[in-house]
Structure formats: structure tokens, C-alpha cells
């Protein structure tokens, strides 16, 4: 398999002189194209720094972030951003979606950036992923006349506008009622069969057994990680059990 996204003894310091300390102490990982991967560990102990690091959103500190064959650890931010325009997908807990656009503006953004000539494939393609998330009938809303799920999806499709080689989520349920998050974790695993790599940062053990490795943080390392078959729909409160289970028996 290959990989997609990896990190070679990354480090990632905050502060200075005796008040340094290493929020991502030495972390290395391989995620590979296809995987579902979701990271767990208590609060403060580096998840969404690791997220940031591996996405270019941040620079590490030292060690080496390899993405999709190169090295993005020293790369200049603005090559760094076009890689994450163009081959990456990023859905956060509350969208970060423009308050004067409407709903299919906001989806279009990323793509139609430096690429206006293409406006209606571009325009095209965003109606055939509102459509896939069930929310063609809000394209001309405005972002604050939607639900927090109608929201999300929305903020999905955004994710999926540039077909990304992986979709970064920090906590993209968390805002949700557990109806809405459900549907949401639907969508991401459609997203997920038709091959694009998804990674995501999560404190829920019901989002997390969606997925089929499980990365488990502890001040700045990851200290132990488990894998899942692949999701068929069935037996969520089994995989749930298993994942509260290994959390307790690592102490996370
Ligand atoms: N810009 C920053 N400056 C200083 N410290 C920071 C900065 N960003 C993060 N930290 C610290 O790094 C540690 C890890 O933060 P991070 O947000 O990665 O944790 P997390 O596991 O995602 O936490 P949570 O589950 O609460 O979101 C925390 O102690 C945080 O205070």
C-alpha cells in the first residue's frame, strides 16, 4: 500500500528557553492511501498539532513531514498552500464557510480560486456534491438560514471540491446532535469507499469506531494504536466496546 502522508521523528515545541516544551515529542507515522484513521488521547496531548503538522497547516519544529512523496517540512508557505488547496480537504468542527456568499458560493471557493475560466464545471461539479449530500435545495441560502448538519455537509462538499488525495477533520462532529453526526459519519465513509483517505482528529469513541486504525496520543507521543475490519454498518456498539476497552487498558 502506499503511503500517503508520513512523519519521520516530528517535533513540535512551543515557548522558549526552560519554558520549551514539546507538544509533538519525536512522533512518527505512516498513513497510507485509502486508510481511515481517526486519533484519539486526552485533551492537550498534541492530536491537533500532529493534524496541523501533517496537513503543512503548521511547520514542525524538526523531524520530517513527507506528503504524497515530497517533503513539505521546509517548503515555502506559498507552495505549501497550493498543496493543500489542490490535494487536500479540510473539515473542521464549525465550517469556516464567508458570511456574505450563499451556500454554493462558499462550496465553490476553493476551486474557482485561479481557475475562473472553468467556472461551470466547476459550478457543475459542486451542484453533483450538494446533490450527493442531499442539499441541493440550499444553494442559494444564505450560511446562517441552514442547520448545523446542513452546515457541515456543506462544508464537506467544499472539502471535496478539488478531489483531495485525503480529507483532514478536527472533531467534524462535534458541533452535531447525534443524528446530524451520524449522517455526517455516513458521509465520510461513502467518502472514504470511493477511495480518498480520510484522517481524523476525535474525542468520540462512536465516530472513531467508524474507522479502522485508531492513533492513541498521550503528551505528545502516540503511545499505542489499534486497527478495526473496515466498517460494513453493522455492530457500531461492538467496535465502540473494543476501542473504550483498549482506551482503558493503555490508561488514555
Ligand atoms: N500556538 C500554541 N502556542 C502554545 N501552546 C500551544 C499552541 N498550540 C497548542 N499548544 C499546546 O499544545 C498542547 C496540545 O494542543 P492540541 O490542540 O494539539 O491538543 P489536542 O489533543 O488536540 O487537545 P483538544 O482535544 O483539547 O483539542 C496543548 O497543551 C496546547 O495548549
Do not use: W
Amino acid at each position: 500500500m502506499n503511503t500517503i502522508v508520513s512523519a519521520e521523528h516530528i517535533v513540535k515545541s512551543f515557548g522558549e528557553g526552560n519554558e520549551i516544551r514539546n507538544v509533538l515529542d519525536e512522533v512518527s507515522v505512516e498513513i497510507n492511501e485509502g486508510e481511515f484513521v481517526a486519533i484519539m488521547g486526552p485533551s492537550g496531548s498534541g492530536k491537533s498539532t500532529l493534524m496541523f503538522a501533517l496537513s503543512g497547516t503548521d511547520y514542525v519544529s524538526s523531524g520530517k513531514v513527507v506528503f504524497d512523496s515530497k517533503d513539505i517540512s521546509e517548503i515555502n508557505e506559498e507552495k505549501l498552500s497550493d498543496i493543500r488547496r489542490l490535494k487536500m480537504g479540510f473539515v473542521f468542527q464549525h465550517p469556516t464557510l464567508l458570511k456574505n456568499l450563499n451556500i454554493l458560493d462558499n462550496i465553490i471557493l476553493p476551486a474557482i480560486h485561479g481557475d475562473r475560466k472553468n467556472a461551470g464545471k466547476i459550478m457543475k461539479k459542486a451542484r453533483m456534491l450538494m446533490k450527493k449530500v442531499g442539499i441541493s435545495e440550499l444553494e442559494t441560502r444564505d450560511i446562517t438560514q441552514v442547520s448545523g448538519g446542513q452546515l457541515q455537509r456543506a462544508g464537506i462538499c467544499r472539502a471535496l471540491m478539488n478531489n483531495p488525495k485525503i480529507i483532514f477533520g478536527d472533531e467534524p462532529t462535534g458541533a452535531l446532535n447525534s443524528k446530524s453526526a451520524e449522517e455526517i459519519m455516513d458521509l465520510f465513509s461513502e467518502i472514504n469507499a470511493d477511495g480518498t483517505t480520510i484522517l481524523l482528529v476525535t474525542h468520540d469513541a462512536k465516530v472513531a469506531a467508524r474507522t479502522e486504525r485508531i492513533l492513541f496520543m498521550q503528551d505528545g507521543k502516540i503511545v499505542n494504536e489499534m486497527k478495526l475490519p473496515k466498517f460494513d454498518g453493522t455492530n457500531i456498539n461492538g467496535r465502540v466496546e473494543k476501542i473504550i476497552v483498549k482506551m482503558r487498558e493503555i490508561g488514555v
